[in-house]
């Protein structure tokens, strides 16, 4: 299964790739296998639709690469099943509740519960004087 799934992926990849060069004009810098995929394509959109064609066409490459790659026999199935239908189980999306706004405190009264007053910068600051005083002090 791991060398279908290779040459599926690969088929589909390189008939995109030679399809562009087609279309920009550089169907002569492709190999010769190439070459004769993409004049088995035009001849299938002739008769079928473009979609039909391309899956027509990947799985001649896909058969192709399959059996280059060492698979023996018809190469399995490995085109993506349609997926079944899932119960709906997404939740519609709810607005958090509001977080409380933060108090307000103003010395030793509080308004709306008790809460730390931050350092003020100038004591930081302060604190940091008094720690390079003591420092240059004691190397003296």
């Known amino acids: 299964m791991l060398i279908a799934r290779r040459a599926d992926t690969r088929a589909r990849a390189d008939f995109a790739t030679w399809k ?4 920009l004009n550089g169907l002569s810098a492709l190999p010769a296998d190439a070459q004769g995929f993409l ?3 035009k001849n299938l959109l002739e008769r079928t639709s473009e979609a ?5 066409c ?4 896909y058969k192709a690469y399959y059996l280059e790659m060492g698979g023996g026999g018809n190469p399995p199935d490995v085109r993506p099943r ?5 119960a709906d189980n997404v939740t519609a999306f709810r607005r958090p509740a509001p977080k409380p706004k933060k108090t307000r405190t103003f010395g030793a009264a509080t308004f709306g519960g008790a809460q730390k007053r931050p350092l003020p910068v100038a004591l930081i ?16």
């Open 82 to 86: 349609p997926a079944e239908p899932v």
């Open 58 to 61: 990947i799985a001649e490459v």
């Open 125 to 140: 600051f302060a604190c940091l004087v008094v720690v390079y005083v003591s420092i240059q002090y004691y190397w003296r």
């Open 20 to 23: 562009m060069m087609a279309k």
């Open 52 to 56: 039909e064609a391309t899956e027509a």
């Open 39 to 41: 004049a088995g394509y």
